[in-house]
Nanobody, 115 residues
Framework: QVQLMESGGALVQPGGSLRLSCAASGTIVGLIAWAWYRQAPGNEREWVAFGTWGGNTRYDESVKGRFTISRDNAKNTVYLQMNSLKPEDTAVYYC?????????WGQGTQVTVSS
């Protein structure tokens, strides 16, 4: 079974940028869609952005215009470029990928936005 590993989380000042990566351990057969979620302390996990094999992308209103989801098929990696970061973006960020047989999640990477 393919495993996902997120990386790129860090402590960053407000207004800064980060790029999160989500690397798959192998090719995901029948890939349909991929997404990023986040979970802040005391909150439920919430959807941030997703992309589909057909080329569609969607973003939560709170990150629209600041975050960009992308995928490098050759590297089996999904990215989340995050610009103009705000303290309220602080959370553990998780990626997932979906194929006809189910959804696979990564273990998460911590993003902290603070001065």
């Amino acid at each position: 079974q393919v495993q996902l590993m997120e990386s790129g989380g860090a402590l960053v000042q407000p207004g800064g940028s980060l790029r999160l990566s989500c690397a798959a351990s192998g090719t995901i057969v029948g890939l349909i869609a991929w997404a990023w979620y986040r979970q802040a302390p005391g909150n439920e996990r919430e959807w941030v952005a997703f992309g589909t094999w057909g080329g569609n992308t969607r973003y939560d209103e709170s990150v629209k215009g600041r975050f960009t989801i992308s995928r490098d098929n050759a590297k089996n990696t999904v990215y989340l470029q995050m610009n103009s970061l705000k303290p309220e973006d602080t959370a553990v960020y998780y990626c997932n990928v979906k194929n006809p047989w189910g959804t696979t999640w990564g273990q998460g990477t911590q993003v902290t936005v603070s001065s």
